[in-house]
């Protein structure tokens, strides 16, 4: 099973972007899933994560109160909206479930320009 992530583009500073990941199989609505990014000459860290149901939400110190990840569980859905976007977020984005189960996607590149 592998999650489709869609969304990325290139933007200018202080734009807003969302990112859609679509998960197959059954599994997706029973997962707390996450956001992952990588940007360029830096390892994979996880950006933000989701409870299965949606209650809860957690973010990492950088995206706090820019970011907002929520899921559609009757779609295995998974979004992430991102305001007020910075250089410093330029990554390919990646989502998961939280810990990772899911074989890894290719990612959705976004690009933010100054």
């Known amino acids: 099973e592998q999650p489709v992530e869609s969304g990325g583009g290139l933007v200018q500073v202080g734009a807003s972007l969302r990112l859609s990941c679509v998960a197959s199989g059954s599994t997706f609505s029973f997962k707390s899933m996450g956001w992952y990014r990588q940007a360029p000459g830096k390892q994979r860290e996880l950006v933000t994560t989701i409870t299965s149901g949606g209650g809860t939400t957690n973010y990492a110190d950088s995206v706090k109160g820019r970011f907002t990840i929520s899921r559609d569980n009757a779609k295995n859905t998974m979004y992430l909206q991102m305001n007020s976007l910075k250089p410093e977020d330029t990554a390919v984005y990646y989502c998961?479930?939280?810990?990772?189960?899911?074989?890894w996607g290719k990612g959705t590149l976004v690009t933010v320009s100054s």
């Open positions: 998961n479930s939280d810990p990772p189960y899911y074989d």
